[in-house]
């Protein structure tokens, strides 16, 4: 297996390679090089930080994806993951319990170059027969790594905030509830789909994934239940707008009957296990029954 990026990690890794995703012929040659059957594209420039620089967020986050594309129509890699995102979805779309099919009106860079992928994923899959497969990602909590420029990277910024700071300011309001999933279950999702018998998967543009609903307010409170002390308040940016157009729940029953997923991590489950994990690593002392 092989790991790559623009930059450099933070430290030695015989495993990686360094490489930009825009570059086709260089995608083509560490394929080539590894001989690597299976891509699973993660370059992206995500929500929050694709509004400021609109131009260069479809440039990438569509490029990337056209360039792994076509290395696999010329049958050079066999099999490709492409994470697609509840930001397909807009302000006409049902919020609650959000269906596999129905109206998708994104309108946010970030949405719309998914929207559009997933068009191709299917188009690739129809004319060339490109075993691609995509699910749609909630936000998603980790504690390895910091936000990344997303909407819903409040519910990864009030962890490490409130472990260093006691406090947090939210910039979505106390009620905006947000489909969420825990890092693990994210993974697990990935592994599923990918491991799964193609003649199963029926849907070769993205399936719909569920994991947790809350909003920040309810959030904090899981999180006072063990720093009693923490505090919060809320000043809404930009990110609320974009936030309110998302669904609030949804509905996953496809990807339950066709690969077998269900999330493992409840709201509590997934607290405990952050704070568990950020309490180390920020040499805080924090008794987790």
């Known amino acids: ?41 993660m370059a992206a420039i995500l929500s929050a930080n694709a509004e400021k620089i609109p131009l260069k967020a479809w440039d990438i986050n569509m490029k990337v994806l056209f360039n792994v594309l076509e290395i696999a129509r010329e049958k050079l890699i066999e099999k490709i993951f492409w994470p697609s995102s509840i930001a397909v979805f ?15 009106d994104p309108n946010t860079v970030y949405g719309i170059s998914k929207l559009a992928g997933e068009r191709w994923l299917e188009y690739y899959r129809e004319h060339f ?27 990864v910024e009030i962890f490490h905030e409130a472990l ?75 990110r609320q707008e974009i936030a309110m157009s998302w669904p609030e729940s949804i509905n996953d029953n496809m990807a339950l009957k066709d690969w077998g997923w269900h999330h493992r991590y409840d709201l509590d489950a997934m607290v405990k296990d952050m704070l568990h994990h950020l309490s180390e690593q920020y040499h805080h002392e924090l008794f987790l029954s």
């Open 129 to 155: 027969n490109v075993d691609v497969r995509s699910v749609r990602y909630p936000g998603i909590i980790s504690w390895k790594t910091m936000p990344g420029g997303g909407t819903t990277d409040y519910a």
């Open 1 to 41: 297996m092989i790991a790559s990026d623009i930059n450099l990690p933070k430290q030695t890794d015989p495993y990686f390679t360094l490489l930009d995703g825009t570059d086709a012929d260089a995608i083509k040659d560490v394929v080539k090089k590894y001989d690597i059957d299976t891509v699973y594209i």
């Open 164 to 238: 260093l700071k006691g406090r947090y300011t939210s910039f979505l309001e106390k009620h905006t509830a947000l489909p969420m999933m825990y890092m693990p279950d994210a993974i697990d999702a990935t592994i599923r789909i990918m491991e799964a018998p193609a003649e199963k998967l029926r849907i070769h543009s993205s399936y719909n994934i569920a994991g947790i609903t809350f909003t920040p307010e309810e959030l904090a409170n899981a999180i006072k239940a063990y720093l009693p002390e923490f505090e919060i308040d809320y000043q809404a940016d930009f």
């Open 90 to 104: 807009g302000p006409h779309t049902p919020r609650i319990n959000t269906p596999q099919y129905t109206v998708m």
